[in-house]
């Protein structure tokens, strides 16, 4: 699975949109990219996931750019609750198991 | 809630012990996955199950060893434990194989080793 690159530490003013960047620039046609967000230490929990088309649902929006070498994970009104760390995980379709990086703390300040 | 249970929340446990994890996957999933996060180490994948049978290992220990059955819960048995597994142990459960479904998480079991 390609390696993804997110920086470790984002603020976010709580209401603003939190706009969480990821870098997957050797990404194969088949490999989706997955968010997933871990509160403390709660497990981590899955967000959203797209291919190559950009995806929304309640809980945020992915924006994949068109040559699929970086991704977007958009939270509309962040509040407090989005303190989490974030990870941005490209897997190959397929029942294969998750790599986790060090994702991006986001913290969303009051 | 995501439809994952993992007992016990807590286990307090001695060196040269012995423990099981247990995890129960959502309705109808059959893939059961496996990780362990240690501060020093993050989150990382140990073993998985498909269907009752292993599927894929990842940075398992040998003291360490899993099964799934035929209920499709299944138990991940941590031997003769250093103070070194101290961690946080997740399971993770997706539906039918071989398609790009979210693998969803339950809450851990905490292992401290005294």
């Known amino acids: 699975d390609a390696k993804t690159t997110q920086p470790p530490s984002m603020d976010c003013a709580e209401g603003r949109a939190a706009n969480l960047p990821c870098n997957h620039s050797?990404?194969?046609?088949?490999?989706?990219v997955y968010w997933y967000r871990q509160i403390h230490s709660q497990g981590p929990q899955y967000i959203i996931h797209g291919l190559k088309n950009n995806e929304t649902n309640e809980m945020a929006s992915l924006i994949i750019t068109e040559d699929r070498k970086s991704s977007t994970l958009i939270l509309p009104h962040a509040t407090l609750r989005d303190t989490a760390v974030y990870y941005c995980?490209?897997?190959?379709?397929?029942?294969?198991?998750?790599?986790f990086g060090k994702g991006t703390r986001l913290s969303v300040i009051a | 809630d995501s439809g994952v249970t993992q007992t016990p929340k807590h286990l307090i446990t001695a060196t040269g012990q012995r423990v099981t994890l247990r995890c129960s996957p959502r309705s109808g999933d059959l893939s059961v996955y496996w990780y362990q996060q240690s501060l020093d180490q993050g989150l990382q994948f140990l073993i998985q199950?498909?269907?009752?049978?292993?599927?894929a290992k990842g940075n398992i220990l040998e003291r360490f060893s899993a099964q799934q059955f035929p209920d499709l819960h299944s138990e991940l048995n941590l031997s003769s434990l250093e103070l070194g597994d101290s961690a946080l142990y997740f399971c993770a459960t997706t539906g039918t194989g071989f398609s790009n479904q979210p693998q969803h998480f339950g809450d851990g079991t905490r292992l401290s080793i005294l």
């Open positions: 050797t990404i194969s046609g088949n490999e989706y």
């Open positions: 995980i490209v897997r190959s379709s397929g029942n294969t198991p998750l790599v």
């Open positions: 199950y498909y269907n009752g049978e292993e599927r």
